[in-house]
Protein backbone atom coordinates (compact mmCIF):
# COMPACT_ATOMS: atom_id res chain seq x y z
CA UNK A 1 0.00 0.00 0.00
CA UNK A 2 2.75 2.93 0.85
CA UNK A 3 4.23 1.69 -2.54
CA UNK A 4 1.12 2.57 -4.18
CA UNK A 5 1.05 5.71 -2.00
CA UNK A 6 4.14 6.75 -3.17
CA UNK A 7 3.63 6.13 -6.69
CA UNK A 8 0.64 8.21 -6.64
CA UNK A 9 2.71 11.12 -5.01
CA UNK A 10 4.85 11.54 -7.55
CA UNK A 11 1.97 12.48 -10.32
CA UNK A 12 1.53 16.02 -10.62
CA UNK A 13 -2.15 17.76 -10.67
CA UNK A 14 -4.17 18.05 -13.53
CA UNK A 15 -4.97 21.90 -14.22
CA UNK A 16 -8.49 23.27 -14.79
CA UNK A 17 -10.18 22.00 -17.89
CA UNK A 18 -11.35 24.91 -20.54
CA UNK A 19 -13.85 27.08 -19.62
CA UNK A 20 -16.25 25.75 -22.03
CA UNK A 21 -16.23 22.31 -23.65
CA UNK A 22 -18.49 21.83 -27.05
CA UNK A 23 -21.26 19.73 -26.87
CA UNK A 24 -21.26 16.88 -29.07
CA UNK A 25 -22.86 16.27 -32.31
CA UNK A 26 -26.27 14.44 -32.40
CA UNK A 27 -26.85 10.96 -32.86
CA UNK A 28 -27.58 8.65 -35.72
CA UNK A 29 -28.54 5.11 -37.23
CA UNK A 30 -24.99 5.38 -38.14
CA UNK A 31 -23.39 5.08 -34.59
CA UNK A 32 -24.85 1.32 -33.99
CA UNK A 33 -24.36 -1.43 -35.15
CA UNK A 34 -27.64 -3.30 -36.98
CA UNK A 35 -29.42 -6.87 -35.87
CA UNK A 36 -31.50 -8.94 -37.76
CA UNK A 37 -35.18 -8.56 -35.77
CA UNK A 38 -35.48 -12.60 -34.94
CA UNK A 39 -32.09 -12.72 -33.69
CA UNK A 40 -32.71 -9.86 -31.36
CA UNK A 41 -35.94 -11.85 -29.92
CA UNK A 42 -34.00 -14.37 -29.25
CA UNK A 43 -31.46 -12.70 -27.60
CA UNK A 44 -34.55 -11.19 -25.75
CA UNK A 45 -35.54 -14.67 -24.42
CA UNK A 46 -32.21 -15.88 -23.38
CA UNK A 47 -31.87 -12.58 -21.49
CA UNK A 48 -34.50 -12.74 -19.23
CA UNK A 49 -33.58 -16.57 -18.65
CA UNK A 50 -32.02 -18.27 -15.63
CA UNK A 51 -31.16 -21.26 -18.00
CA UNK A 52 -27.31 -20.09 -18.43
CA UNK A 53 -26.97 -19.50 -14.51
CA UNK A 54 -25.33 -22.54 -13.01
CA UNK A 55 -28.64 -23.19 -9.83
CA UNK A 56 -31.15 -22.18 -12.94
CA UNK A 57 -32.14 -19.07 -10.95
CA UNK A 58 -30.09 -16.12 -12.16
CA UNK A 59 -30.81 -14.64 -15.45
CA UNK A 60 -28.79 -11.78 -16.94
CA UNK A 61 -32.00 -9.14 -16.04
CA UNK A 62 -31.51 -10.41 -12.62
CA UNK A 63 -28.53 -7.63 -12.19
CA UNK A 64 -29.81 -5.64 -15.49
CA UNK A 65 -33.71 -4.88 -15.08
CA UNK A 66 -35.59 -2.07 -17.43
CA UNK A 67 -37.51 -1.91 -14.10
CA UNK A 68 -33.87 -0.44 -12.91
CA UNK A 69 -33.18 0.93 -15.89
CA UNK A 70 -30.82 -1.84 -16.76
CA UNK A 71 -29.27 -2.10 -13.59
CA UNK A 72 -30.53 -3.51 -10.77
CA UNK A 73 -31.50 -0.76 -7.83
CA UNK A 74 -29.06 -1.56 -5.18
CA UNK A 75 -25.43 -0.66 -3.99
CA UNK A 76 -23.78 -4.05 -4.77
CA UNK A 77 -25.74 -7.10 -5.95
CA UNK A 78 -26.91 -10.46 -4.60
CA UNK A 79 -26.42 -12.87 -7.91
CA UNK A 80 -26.85 -16.33 -7.36
CA UNK A 81 -28.54 -16.86 -3.56
CA UNK A 82 -30.89 -14.17 -4.00
CA UNK A 83 -34.12 -13.99 -4.11
CA UNK A 84 -36.38 -11.23 -5.23
CA UNK A 85 -35.81 -8.22 -7.55
CA UNK A 86 -34.12 -4.87 -7.11
CA UNK A 87 -34.03 -2.96 -3.30
CA UNK A 88 -36.49 -6.26 -2.26
CA UNK A 89 -33.81 -8.73 -2.93
CA UNK A 90 -32.80 -10.87 0.11
CA UNK A 91 -31.07 -13.14 0.72
CA UNK A 92 -31.97 -17.45 0.45
CA UNK A 93 -31.51 -19.23 3.99
CA UNK A 94 -31.16 -22.51 1.71
CA UNK A 95 -28.24 -21.18 -0.35
CA UNK A 96 -26.19 -18.27 1.50
CA UNK A 97 -24.26 -16.03 -1.15
CA UNK A 98 -20.20 -15.88 0.46
CA UNK A 99 -20.41 -12.29 -0.54
CA UNK A 100 -22.01 -9.35 -2.13
CA UNK A 101 -21.50 -8.78 -5.31
CA UNK A 102 -18.09 -6.60 -5.80
CA UNK A 103 -19.19 -4.21 -7.99
CA UNK A 104 -22.26 -1.85 -8.63
CA UNK A 105 -24.30 -3.33 -11.43
CA UNK A 106 -23.78 -1.15 -14.70
CA UNK A 107 -26.38 0.30 -17.13
CA UNK A 108 -26.37 -1.46 -20.80
CA UNK A 109 -27.26 1.83 -22.67
CA UNK A 110 -25.86 2.36 -25.86
CA UNK A 111 -23.04 -0.44 -25.46
CA UNK A 112 -23.27 -1.52 -28.88
CA UNK A 113 -21.94 1.42 -30.63
CA UNK A 114 -18.16 1.14 -31.84
CA UNK A 115 -16.56 3.45 -29.38
CA UNK A 116 -17.51 1.50 -26.38
CA UNK A 117 -14.02 -0.65 -26.76
CA UNK A 118 -13.74 -0.80 -22.65
CA UNK A 119 -16.15 -3.35 -20.78
CA UNK A 120 -16.54 -3.25 -17.03
CA UNK A 121 -15.57 -0.72 -14.13
CA UNK A 122 -12.01 -1.26 -15.07
CA UNK A 123 -11.68 -2.32 -18.74
CA UNK A 124 -10.45 -5.61 -18.44
CA UNK A 125 -12.07 -6.75 -21.35
CA UNK A 126 -10.86 -4.11 -24.71
CA UNK A 127 -10.47 -4.54 -28.20
CA UNK A 128 -7.50 -5.31 -29.18
CA UNK A 129 -6.40 -5.79 -32.97
CA UNK A 130 -2.60 -6.95 -31.70
CA UNK A 131 -4.79 -10.29 -29.48
CA UNK A 132 -5.55 -13.21 -30.94
CA UNK A 133 -9.28 -12.90 -31.60
CA UNK A 134 -8.64 -8.99 -31.30
CA UNK A 135 -9.63 -9.08 -27.67
CA UNK A 136 -7.70 -8.68 -24.52
CA UNK A 137 -8.98 -10.72 -21.66
CA UNK A 138 -8.39 -11.76 -18.52
CA UNK A 139 -8.38 -15.42 -19.81
CA UNK A 140 -5.35 -14.38 -22.32
CA UNK A 141 -4.91 -17.30 -24.34
CA UNK A 142 -7.80 -19.25 -23.35
CA UNK A 143 -10.22 -16.93 -24.60
CA UNK A 144 -12.26 -18.73 -27.45
CA UNK A 145 -12.90 -16.33 -30.72
CA UNK A 146 -15.81 -15.81 -32.95
CA UNK A 147 -17.42 -13.14 -30.95
CA UNK A 148 -19.85 -10.81 -33.29
CA UNK A 149 -18.41 -8.06 -31.02
CA UNK A 150 -17.05 -6.50 -27.73
CA UNK A 151 -20.39 -6.91 -26.07
CA UNK A 152 -21.05 -10.24 -27.14
CA UNK A 153 -17.56 -11.27 -25.69
CA UNK A 154 -18.34 -9.47 -21.78
CA UNK A 155 -21.43 -11.79 -21.67
CA UNK A 156 -19.11 -14.68 -20.91
CA UNK A 157 -17.50 -13.32 -17.65
CA UNK A 158 -20.95 -13.28 -15.76
CA UNK A 159 -21.15 -16.88 -16.06
CA UNK A 160 -18.35 -18.25 -14.99
CA UNK A 161 -18.96 -15.96 -12.17
CA UNK A 162 -19.73 -17.78 -8.75
CA UNK A 163 -21.51 -14.93 -6.86
CA UNK A 164 -23.16 -13.69 -10.20
CA UNK A 165 -24.14 -16.85 -12.08
CA UNK A 166 -22.56 -19.66 -12.08
CA UNK A 167 -23.22 -20.56 -8.12
CA UNK A 168 -20.38 -22.11 -5.40
CA UNK A 169 -18.23 -25.06 -5.57
CA UNK A 170 -20.27 -28.15 -6.28
CA UNK A 171 -23.52 -26.68 -6.29
CA UNK A 172 -23.64 -27.26 -9.98
CA UNK A 173 -21.93 -29.11 -13.17
CA UNK A 174 -21.32 -25.35 -14.22
CA UNK A 175 -20.05 -24.19 -10.91
CA UNK A 176 -17.77 -27.26 -10.54
CA UNK A 177 -16.46 -27.05 -13.74
CA UNK A 178 -15.16 -22.90 -12.86
CA UNK A 179 -14.00 -24.05 -9.95
CA UNK A 180 -11.74 -26.90 -11.24
CA UNK A 181 -10.48 -24.50 -14.47
CA UNK A 182 -12.16 -26.27 -17.04
CA UNK A 183 -13.70 -22.63 -18.72
CA UNK A 184 -13.14 -23.81 -22.45
CA UNK A 185 -13.80 -26.67 -24.46
CA UNK A 186 -15.57 -29.65 -24.74
CA UNK A 187 -17.20 -30.58 -20.99
CA UNK A 188 -15.86 -26.93 -20.27
CA UNK A 189 -18.28 -24.60 -18.22
CA UNK A 190 -19.53 -22.46 -21.72
CA UNK A 191 -19.88 -25.67 -23.27
CA UNK A 192 -21.92 -27.11 -20.59
CA UNK A 193 -24.25 -23.66 -20.91
CA UNK A 194 -24.86 -24.50 -24.24
CA UNK A 195 -25.55 -28.03 -23.49
CA UNK A 196 -28.65 -26.70 -21.64
CA UNK A 197 -30.13 -24.16 -24.48
CA UNK A 198 -28.85 -27.18 -27.53
CA UNK A 199 -31.63 -29.18 -25.31
CA UNK A 200 -34.53 -26.89 -25.53
CA UNK A 201 -36.47 -27.63 -29.39
CA UNK A 202 -37.35 -24.15 -29.07
CA UNK A 203 -34.03 -22.44 -28.69
CA UNK A 204 -32.10 -24.69 -31.09
CA UNK A 205 -35.03 -24.97 -33.93
CA UNK A 206 -34.30 -21.21 -33.74
CA UNK A 207 -30.21 -20.68 -33.56
CA UNK A 208 -30.74 -23.17 -36.45
CA UNK A 209 -32.71 -21.28 -38.84
CA UNK A 210 -30.70 -17.99 -38.13
CA UNK A 211 -26.91 -19.17 -38.68
CA UNK A 212 -25.47 -20.67 -41.94
CA UNK A 213 -22.62 -22.70 -39.45
CA UNK A 214 -25.31 -23.94 -37.28
CA UNK A 215 -26.46 -27.17 -38.90
CA UNK A 216 -27.78 -29.17 -35.92
CA UNK A 217 -28.02 -28.41 -32.23
CA UNK A 218 -24.89 -29.68 -31.31
CA UNK A 219 -23.40 -26.78 -33.62
CA UNK A 220 -24.67 -24.50 -31.14
CA UNK A 221 -21.63 -22.97 -29.55
CA UNK A 222 -21.64 -20.43 -26.10
CA UNK A 223 -20.63 -17.45 -28.76
CA UNK A 224 -23.82 -18.04 -30.57
CA UNK A 225 -25.89 -17.48 -27.56
CA UNK A 226 -24.28 -14.55 -26.30
CA UNK A 227 -24.05 -12.94 -29.84
CA UNK A 228 -28.14 -13.33 -29.66
CA UNK A 229 -28.09 -11.49 -26.49
CA UNK A 230 -25.47 -8.59 -27.47
CA UNK A 231 -28.17 -8.16 -30.17
CA UNK A 232 -31.18 -7.83 -27.92
CA UNK A 233 -28.83 -5.43 -25.80
CA UNK A 234 -28.18 -3.55 -28.55
CA UNK A 235 -31.27 -2.56 -29.87
CA UNK A 236 -33.38 -2.96 -26.31
CA UNK A 237 -30.90 -0.63 -24.35
CA UNK A 238 -30.74 2.04 -27.44
CA UNK A 239 -31.02 5.12 -26.02
CA UNK A 240 -31.13 8.76 -28.37
CA UNK A 241 -34.32 9.99 -27.74
CA UNK A 242 -34.23 11.97 -24.69
CA UNK A 243 -34.66 15.81 -24.29
CA UNK A 244 -31.24 16.52 -24.52
CA UNK A 245 -31.12 14.23 -28.21
CA UNK A 246 -33.72 16.74 -29.17
CA UNK A 247 -32.11 19.82 -27.96
CA UNK A 248 -28.77 18.26 -30.34
CA UNK A 249 -31.14 17.87 -33.11
CA UNK A 250 -32.24 21.43 -33.12
CA UNK A 251 -35.67 21.15 -31.40
CA UNK A 252 -36.20 23.06 -27.93
CA UNK A 253 -36.94 20.51 -25.31
CA UNK A 254 -34.79 21.87 -22.42
CA UNK A 255 -36.19 23.23 -19.26
CA UNK A 256 -34.87 26.54 -17.75
CA UNK A 257 -33.27 25.34 -15.20
CA UNK A 258 -31.27 22.12 -17.32
CA UNK A 259 -30.10 24.52 -19.38
CA UNK A 260 -28.54 26.03 -16.65
CA UNK A 261 -27.29 22.56 -15.64
CA UNK A 262 -26.15 21.97 -19.22
CA UNK A 263 -24.09 25.41 -19.24
CA UNK A 264 -22.63 24.23 -15.63
CA UNK A 265 -22.08 20.77 -17.13
CA UNK A 266 -20.37 22.09 -20.34
CA UNK A 267 -18.96 25.02 -18.65
CA UNK A 268 -17.43 26.04 -15.15
CA UNK A 269 -18.48 22.46 -13.75
CA UNK A 270 -15.83 20.90 -15.63
CA UNK A 271 -17.93 17.60 -15.88
CA UNK A 272 -17.54 17.30 -19.47
CA UNK A 273 -13.57 16.85 -19.35
CA UNK A 274 -14.43 13.37 -18.37
CA UNK A 275 -18.04 12.84 -19.43
CA UNK A 276 -17.67 13.78 -23.19
CA UNK A 277 -18.44 12.80 -26.39
CA UNK A 278 -22.27 11.71 -27.73
CA UNK A 279 -22.74 9.35 -24.79
CA UNK A 280 -21.17 11.70 -22.30
CA UNK A 281 -17.79 9.56 -21.43
CA UNK A 282 -14.35 9.71 -22.21
CA UNK A 283 -14.52 6.08 -22.28
CA UNK A 284 -10.95 6.46 -19.68
CA UNK A 285 -10.35 6.14 -16.27
CA UNK A 286 -10.06 8.48 -13.59
CA UNK A 287 -9.61 8.21 -9.75
CA UNK A 288 -12.28 10.26 -8.36
CA UNK A 289 -11.92 9.11 -4.27
CA UNK A 290 -15.35 7.36 -4.27
CA UNK A 291 -16.01 5.21 -1.33
CA UNK A 292 -15.06 1.64 -0.84
CA UNK A 293 -17.89 -0.85 0.29
CA UNK A 294 -18.15 -4.45 0.34
CA UNK A 295 -15.53 -7.24 -0.64
CA UNK A 296 -14.13 -5.23 -2.81
CA UNK A 297 -11.73 -6.68 -5.72
CA UNK A 298 -9.09 -9.74 -4.29
CA UNK A 299 -8.58 -13.66 -4.98
CA UNK A 300 -10.12 -15.77 -2.40
CA UNK A 301 -6.61 -16.15 -0.92
CA UNK A 302 -6.19 -12.39 -0.25
CA UNK A 303 -8.05 -10.70 2.90
CA UNK A 304 -7.93 -7.27 1.94
CA UNK A 305 -11.28 -5.58 0.58
CA UNK A 306 -9.36 -2.96 -1.38
CA UNK A 307 -10.74 -2.16 -4.96
CA UNK A 308 -7.88 -0.77 -6.98
CA UNK A 309 -9.65 -0.58 -10.00
CA UNK A 310 -7.74 -0.18 -13.39
CA UNK A 311 -4.61 -0.80 -11.75
CA UNK A 312 -5.79 -4.63 -11.11
CA UNK A 313 -5.61 -4.58 -15.09
CA UNK A 314 -2.57 -2.79 -15.54
CA UNK A 315 -0.45 -3.22 -12.80
CA UNK A 316 0.82 0.75 -12.83
CA UNK A 317 0.54 2.43 -9.68
CA UNK A 318 -0.61 5.14 -11.38
CA UNK A 319 -3.88 3.56 -12.15
CA UNK A 320 -4.75 2.83 -8.85
CA UNK A 321 -8.21 3.47 -7.75
CA UNK A 322 -9.19 4.40 -11.17
CA UNK A 323 -12.38 3.49 -12.76
CA UNK A 324 -14.01 3.70 -15.86
CA UNK A 325 -16.25 6.71 -16.30
CA UNK A 326 -19.71 5.73 -16.94
CA UNK A 327 -21.87 7.03 -19.74
CA UNK A 328 -24.69 8.85 -18.36
CA UNK A 329 -27.42 8.34 -20.42
CA UNK A 330 -30.50 7.73 -18.46
CA UNK A 331 -28.06 8.10 -15.15
CA UNK A 332 -30.89 9.33 -13.37
CA UNK A 333 -32.71 5.86 -13.07
CA UNK A 334 -29.97 3.94 -12.61
CA UNK A 335 -28.83 4.90 -8.94
CA UNK A 336 -26.88 4.28 -6.58
CA UNK A 337 -23.72 5.50 -7.96
CA UNK A 338 -20.41 4.83 -7.76
CA UNK A 339 -18.04 1.77 -8.35
CA UNK A 340 -19.32 0.27 -5.21
CA UNK A 341 -22.86 2.04 -5.16
CA UNK A 342 -21.46 4.59 -2.29
CA UNK A 343 -24.20 7.12 -3.54
CA UNK A 344 -28.23 6.70 -3.26
CA UNK A 345 -28.92 9.80 -5.03
CA UNK A 346 -27.27 11.69 -7.69
CA UNK A 347 -27.12 15.22 -5.20
CA UNK A 348 -25.44 13.03 -2.62
CA UNK A 349 -22.58 11.40 -5.31
CA UNK A 350 -22.46 15.49 -7.18
CA UNK A 351 -21.56 17.02 -3.63
CA UNK A 352 -19.06 14.80 -2.75
CA UNK A 353 -18.00 14.66 -6.43
CA UNK A 354 -17.34 18.03 -6.54
CA UNK A 355 -14.86 17.65 -3.59
CA UNK A 356 -13.95 14.31 -3.12
CA UNK A 357 -10.80 14.42 -0.45
CA UNK A 358 -12.70 16.37 1.59
CA UNK A 359 -16.44 14.41 1.76
CA UNK A 360 -14.20 11.50 2.27
CA UNK A 361 -13.79 12.50 5.61
CA UNK A 362 -17.15 13.04 6.06
CA UNK A 363 -19.08 10.26 4.20
CA UNK A 364 -22.70 9.21 5.16
CA UNK A 365 -22.77 5.41 5.24
CA UNK A 366 -26.53 5.96 5.28
CA UNK A 367 -26.23 6.60 1.22
CA UNK A 368 -26.15 2.76 0.68
CA UNK A 369 -28.73 0.71 -0.41
CA UNK A 370 -27.58 -3.50 0.67
CA UNK A 371 -29.54 -6.55 0.86
CA UNK A 372 -28.95 -7.87 4.31
CA UNK A 373 -26.37 -10.08 4.20
CA UNK A 374 -23.91 -11.08 7.56
CA UNK A 375 -20.50 -9.67 6.21
CA UNK A 376 -18.29 -6.80 7.07
CA UNK A 377 -19.16 -4.00 4.04
CA UNK A 378 -17.05 -1.51 5.75
CA UNK A 379 -13.46 -3.12 6.15
CA UNK A 380 -11.38 -0.17 3.94
CA UNK A 381 -13.48 2.97 5.19
CA UNK A 382 -12.48 1.58 8.79
CA UNK A 383 -8.78 1.68 7.70
CA UNK A 384 -7.04 5.10 7.93
CA UNK A 385 -4.47 3.82 5.74
CA UNK A 386 -7.00 2.55 3.29
CA UNK A 387 -8.84 5.38 3.30
CA UNK A 388 -6.22 7.87 2.64
CA UNK A 389 -4.86 5.87 -0.33
CA UNK A 390 -7.86 6.32 -2.12
CA UNK A 391 -8.09 10.48 -0.98
CA UNK A 392 -4.31 10.51 -2.46
CA UNK A 393 -4.98 9.07 -5.96
CA UNK A 394 -7.31 12.43 -7.05
CA UNK A 395 -5.07 14.23 -9.10
CA UNK A 396 -7.69 16.97 -9.60
CA UNK A 397 -8.44 20.04 -7.68
CA UNK A 398 -12.11 20.65 -5.82
CA UNK A 399 -14.40 22.42 -7.64
CA UNK A 400 -16.82 24.94 -6.03
CA UNK A 401 -20.06 24.08 -6.60
CA UNK A 402 -23.33 25.45 -4.21
CA UNK A 403 -27.01 23.60 -3.48
CA UNK A 404 -28.42 25.88 -6.25
CA UNK A 405 -25.19 24.95 -8.88
CA UNK A 406 -26.53 20.81 -7.86
CA UNK A 407 -29.70 21.15 -8.10
CA UNK A 408 -29.15 22.79 -11.92
CA UNK A 409 -26.89 19.94 -12.82
CA UNK A 410 -29.54 17.57 -11.34
CA UNK A 411 -32.13 18.71 -13.83
CA UNK A 412 -29.48 18.86 -16.52
CA UNK A 413 -28.47 14.70 -15.73
CA UNK A 414 -31.96 13.83 -15.92
CA UNK A 415 -32.63 15.53 -19.27
CA UNK A 416 -30.70 12.44 -20.80
CA UNK A 417 -33.82 10.40 -19.24
CA UNK A 418 -35.20 8.57 -22.49
CA UNK A 419 -38.47 7.93 -21.86
CA UNK A 420 -38.95 5.25 -25.34
CA UNK A 421 -35.91 3.71 -24.43
CA UNK A 422 -37.13 3.53 -20.93
CA UNK A 423 -40.40 1.88 -21.56
CA UNK A 424 -38.73 -0.68 -23.38
CA UNK A 425 -38.87 -1.89 -26.97
CA UNK A 426 -40.03 -5.76 -26.22
CA UNK A 427 -40.08 -5.20 -22.84
CA UNK A 428 -40.46 -8.34 -20.44
CA UNK A 429 -41.17 -11.55 -21.87
CA UNK A 430 -44.38 -13.18 -20.25
CA UNK A 431 -42.64 -16.91 -20.82
CA UNK A 432 -39.39 -18.11 -22.16
CA UNK A 433 -39.01 -21.57 -23.65
CA UNK A 434 -36.66 -23.04 -20.91
CA UNK A 435 -40.13 -22.48 -18.16
CA UNK A 436 -38.02 -21.02 -15.52
CA UNK A 437 -39.08 -18.17 -13.59
CA UNK A 438 -38.63 -14.70 -15.77
CA UNK A 439 -37.03 -12.09 -13.17
CA UNK A 440 -39.75 -9.46 -12.42
CA UNK A 441 -40.24 -7.04 -9.37
Not at 10 to 21: C, D, S
Not at 53 to 66: I, K, L
Not at 163 to 182: C, K, T
Amino acid sequence: MRQIIAGLAMLALTGALPAKAELPGPVSDADYAQHPPELVRLGWHLFYDPILSGNREVACATCHHPAFGSSDGVSLGLGDGGTGLGPARQADPDNMPEQRIPRNSPGLWNLSAPEFTRMFHDGRIEVDPARPGGLRTPLEDDMVAGFASLLSAQNMFPVLSPDEMAGHYSENEIAQAVRQGRITGAGGAWDLIAGRVRGIEDYSARFVALHADIHAPEDIRFTHISDAIAAFVAVEFRSDTSPFDAHLRGDEALSEVAKRGLSLFYGRATCAGCHSGPFQTDHGFHARGTPQLGPGKAARFETHSRDVGRMRVTGRPEDAFAFRTPSLRNVAQTAPYGHAGSHATLTGFLRDHADPVAALARYDRTQVILPDLPVRDWRTMDDPDEVAAIADAVRTPPIALGADDIADLVAFLESLSDPEALEGRLGVPDAVPSGLTVPRP
